[in-house]
């Protein structure tokens, strides 16, 4: 049974329902109301922030203390391509960092309705060259992302494997979107228990991101990429998210490939739920498990 601690997620989104389904010409814009979304998180201790310009893009070094300066995670913000930012995941990736005792760099990246793709992935693929180029070995670097930000991580690589450069240690993916064509039988299978990801609601912003680009182009659904030759993969995904199936199916295409890939299903949890780092037993109990997975990988 989910703890009460981590209700909150669900709270928080039910609340994004209801403004959807209720709209109030008064309200505050949705991307103020979606910048909340750090609230759910607790402070982690220990932890130093450097804003920075990284190849043209706002960028957010996580440093925390005693943390190894020369492994670094590489965190893209969820956020259905529309909202989230540097400062909404801020705390979630301190936990991450600290957890694994390596620095973090949380890249920003255009949004819509303003850019479509590729506008997002550019921002991420030269962020990632600009880790190799600033001399950080490829086996000390691990990608992160979460939501909508899985397909930017994943595109990323994609292209990095496409063009010879050196793969990252590992991709670390929480409640990944990477299905634009937003048909998967779990967005019925778990409407009554996902709080806010209904079809609509993930279609809308599907077409917002995608513009002209078919749905079904990999390096906007890496769901239809072939995946061999990409690193390791650890997945998280909440039980009860109309997103189940892309987590799901992500590990079987990858494992098909030959991509080693580890998924753990929280059940009763919602989408993106580490974000209640710090408060919820279940985002922690995540985060550990995502510290113990990667620690040998960047040995």
Known sequence: MPSWQSEAVAAMYRVWTDELNNPNPDRQESRETNDHWGDLTAEPRQVDYLERD???TPALWVEPHNANPDRVLLHV???GFIGGSLYTHRKLVGHLAKAAGIRALVISYPRTPEHQHPAQLIAVSSAYQ???DSGFDPKHIVIGADSAAATLALATL???????????AATYLISPWVDMTVSNPSFEAN???DAYFHRDVVKGLAAMFLGNTDPRDPLASPAFAELAGLPPMYIQVGGDETLLDDARNLALRAEEAGVHATIDVFEGQQHTFQMAAGRAPE?????????????????
């Open 283 to 299: 985002a922690d109990d995540a985060i550990g498990r995502f510290a113990a997975w990667v620690k040998p990988m960047l040995v």
């Open 77 to 79: 913000h969820g956020g």
């Open 130 to 132: 600009w880790l190799l």
């Open 158 to 168: 994609l292209q990095a494997r496409d063009r010879g450069a050196a793969m990252p």
């Open 54 to 56: 990284i190849a043209g």
């Open 191 to 193: 409407a009554s228990r």
